[in-house]
């Protein structure tokens, strides 16, 4: 009975940048590997980052390498994705989910919009 809110996003500059977050609600039950998905417009989701307490954070694709950095908060049950230098590319609905993901935690999305 664990739900995964995002928030944060919006409309930004390309060059700009966001931090978005995931804040857990509910239930409490051991999560390792969290990670930051995003989906583009007629797209499949994508994973971007990875994190845990136990491992490094990652980025994944080559194309955030550098821009993107994922951190957390265990004390606060939160997952941030700062994301800098944005590019029109960088637009899509951006998710957080367990590492492979759980559909049953699959939320809203947050929208990240990145047009002058």
């Known amino acids: 009975q664990v739900q995964l809110v995002e928030s944060g996003g919006g409309l930004v500059q390309p060059g700009g940048s966001l931090r978005l977050s995931c804040a857990k609600f509910?239930?409490?039950?051991?999560?390792?590997?969290l990670g930051w998905y995003r989906q583009a417009p007629g797209k499949e989701r994508e994973l971007v980052a990875t994190?845990?307490?136990?491992?490094?954070?990652?980025t994944l694709p080559n194309s955030v390498k550098g821009r993107f950095r994922i951190s957390g908060d265990d004390a606060k049950d939160t997952l941030y994705l700062q994301m800098n230098s944005l590019k029109p590319e960088d637009t899509a609905v951006y998710y957080c989910?367990?590492?492979?993901?759980?559909?049953?935690?699959w939320g809203q999305g947050t929208l990240v919009t990145v047009s002058d």
């Open positions: 509910g239930n409490e039950f051991s999560i390792y590997t």
């Open positions: 994190w845990s307490t136990g491992a490094p954070a990652l």
């Open positions: 989910n367990r590492v492979p993901p759980l559909s049953q935690l």
